[in-house]
Structures are given as structure tokens and as C-alpha cells.
T-cell receptor, first 114, second 108 residues
Framework: ETGVTQTPRHLVMGMTNKKSLKCEQH?????MYWYKQSAKKPLELMFV???????ENNSVPSRFSPECPNSSHLFLHLHTLQPEDSALYLC?????????????FGAGSRLTVL | AQSVTQLGSHVSVSEGALVLLRCNYS??????LFWYVQYPNQGLQLLLK??????LVKGINGFEAEFKKSETSFHLTKPSAHMSDAAEYFC??????FGTGTRLQVFP
């Protein structure tokens, strides 16, 4: 495996379900990110972990709960979601603290909330 | 806070025509500017980045962008469009902020 891998690629869940998205990076990076991509909206940064500590949390609803057990793995735990949470969730990684270092993205997890 | 504006949510060109995708940054000069591309059913990948070392930046797949301080712009260009260039393109001043994106369609 190379780059950034996200599973599952597609997920359909009801509003009362609990599910998790998984991200794994094989690049030796020390920072990982969750972004939300909705139709007709800018890419939204949800969470940033640098050196396994959360350093950014853009007022995301508590029904989204991130977990970063080590520098290679990142999870997004989902519970009691709303239909408006349907979107493409993108994971990315980078090497910090150099701001010029670019993000490497996974292919995304397409979430549909019924 | 730094921000960018991408004019035109959709751009259509014929194959072989010039591609011009616009990006303007907010008044303060950013230390970095990035262009990312997203092909269907994929994540974003880097096209090119500006780091103040040079105002004309060359990227992958024949794309380039020129940083113009006087116009607060960092427009993306390609002399001759290819069908495989059809994708969505994002300008970003940092990892935290992205533009709204421009979808490029290429017609035969």
C-alpha cells in the first residue's frame, strides 16, 4: 500500500447508526487531516492532528468524533448523523511544521445518511 | 485571515484550446499558494505550488501559474487542453483554506 488509503469508499447509514471511517497513511508524515466536501461548498477542514495531538477543530458538531491512535492512522467516528452530513469525507496527511509541504489526499469516503 | 476567490465555478473549452482558471488571493501577500486537481471519484492531488522563489511556477501535466502581486492573482493556465484535463481545480493559500473550486469541461 502506498500514499493515503481510506476505507470504506462508500457508506450508507441511517440516522441512528454508529459507524467509523478509517484512514491510513504510508508516507511517514506527522500530521493528518479530515475534510468534508459537499456539493457547491468549499472544502471544509474538520480536524487536524499533528504529532497525534488535535491542533484544529473547526466547530464541528459532536456527532463527529475523531481518533488518532498513532501517526499513521486516523478515524472519524460517526453517530446520530443528519441527512445534511451526506458528503465526501477526505483524509489527508503532510509533514509539519513546514507550511510549504503539501497535502497528500486519500480517495475519500462517500457517506450517505438516510 | 488569508482567503482566495476562484472566479467561475465552471469553465468549458475545446480540446486544444487555452485553459485559464482564475484565482485571486486576499490583499495580504501569502507565503504559499497551491493549485490542486481532483479527478472524478478521487481525492485532490497537487498540481503546483508557489513559495516566493519564482513568480512563474510550472506544474504537472503541462500546467503553470504566475504569481502577480499587482493583480493579487495566481491564475492557472495550460496552452492546449486535453480531454484528460477534465476535472475540478482548487486554489488554496494554506492547508486550512481552499477556494470553492472550478470544474473544467473539455469538449472534443
Amino acid at each position: 500500500e502506498t500514499g493515503v488509503t481510506q476505507t470504506p469508499r462508500h457508506l450508507v447509514m441511517g440516522m441512528t447508526n454508529k459507524k467509523s471511517l478509517k484512514c491510513e497513511q504510508h508516507l511517514g508524515h506527522n500530521a493528518m487531516y479530515w475534510y468534508k466536501q459537499s456539493a457547491k461548498k468549499p472544502l471544509e477542514l474538520m480536524f487536524v492532528y499533528s504529532l497525534e495531538e488535535r491542533v484544529e477543530n473547526n466547530s464541528v458538531p459532536s456527532r463527529f468524533s475523531p481518533e488518532c491512535p498513532n501517526s499513521s492512522h486516523l478515524f472519524l467516528h460517526l453517530h446520530t448523523l443528519q441527512p445534511e452530513d451526506s458528503a465526501l469525507y477526505l483524509c489527508a496527511s503532510s509533514q509539519e511544521p513546514d507550511g510549504a509541504n503539501v497535502l497528500t489526499f486519500g480517495a475519500g469516503s462517500r457517506l450517505t445518511v438516510l | 485571515a488569508q482567503s482566495v476567490t476562484q472566479l467561475g465555478s465552471h469553465v468549458s473549452v475545446s480540446e486544444g484550446a487555452l485553459v485559464l482558471l482564475r484565482c485571486n488571493y486576499s490583499s495580504s501577500v501569502p507565503p504559499y499558494l497551491f493549485w490542486y486537481v481532483q479527478y472524478p471519484n478521487q481525492g485532490l492531488q497537487l498540481l503546483l505550488k508557489y513559495t516566493s522563489a519564482a513568480t512563474l511556477v510550472k506544474g504537472i501535466n503541462g500546467f503553470e501559474a504566475e504569481f502577480k502581486k499587482s493583480e493579487t492573482s495566481f491564475h492557472l493556465t495550460k496552452p492546449s487542453a486535453h480531454m484528460s484535463d477534465a476535472a475540478e481545480y482548487f486554489c488554496a493559500p494554506s492547508k486550512l483554506i481552499f477556494g470553492t473550486g472550478t470544474r473544467l469541461q473539455v469538449f472534443p
